[in-house]
Nanobody
Framework: EVQLVESGGGLVQAGGSLRLSCAASGFTSDDYVVGWFRQAPGKEREGVSCISMSDGSTHVADSVKGRFTLSSDNAKNTVYLQMNSLKPEDTAVYYC???????????????????WGQGTQVTVSS
């Protein structure tokens, strides 16, 4: 059974940084992709970034490019989303998701990832 466990959310002031982690379990190989999506109250879900665990290919949304960096530690089956220069508009629930295939770019908001985590709240105060 595949499980995704997110951690690292919280409250930070504008301009600050947070690092989200997504620990994956249940995969039998590195042939999967981990992505981060976010959804703010009253807004459509947004694809933020995704990474292929097999070759490290990454996609990053234009809205966070240059501020957010996605990386992976395959030995730990963990993906990290480093978020710098945070803005109030980055406030959302961030969800980790996994799928066998790398989504196209830009990442469709409704891309049908096979597995989802429970979400972690990120709040950026002004």
């Amino acid at each position: 059974e595949v499980q995704l466990v997110e951690s690292g959310g919280g409250l930070v002031q504008a301009g600050g940084s947070l690092r989200l982690s997504c620990a994956a379990s249940g995969f039998t190989s590195d042939d999967y992709v981990v992505g981060w999506f976010r959804q703010a109250p009253g807004k459509e879900r947004e694809g933020v970034s995704c990474i292929s665990m097999s070759d490290g290919s990454t996609h990053v949304a234009d809205s966070v490019k240059g501020r957010f960096t996605l990386s992976s530690d395959n030995a730990k089956n963990t993906v990290y989303l480093q978020m710098n220069s945070l803005k109030p508009e980055d406030t959302a629930v961030y969800y980790c998701a996994a799928d066998p295939y790398l989504p196209p770019t830009p990442i469709p908001a409704n891309y049908p990832m096979d597995y989802w985590g429970q979400g972690t709240q990120v709040t950026v105060s002004s």
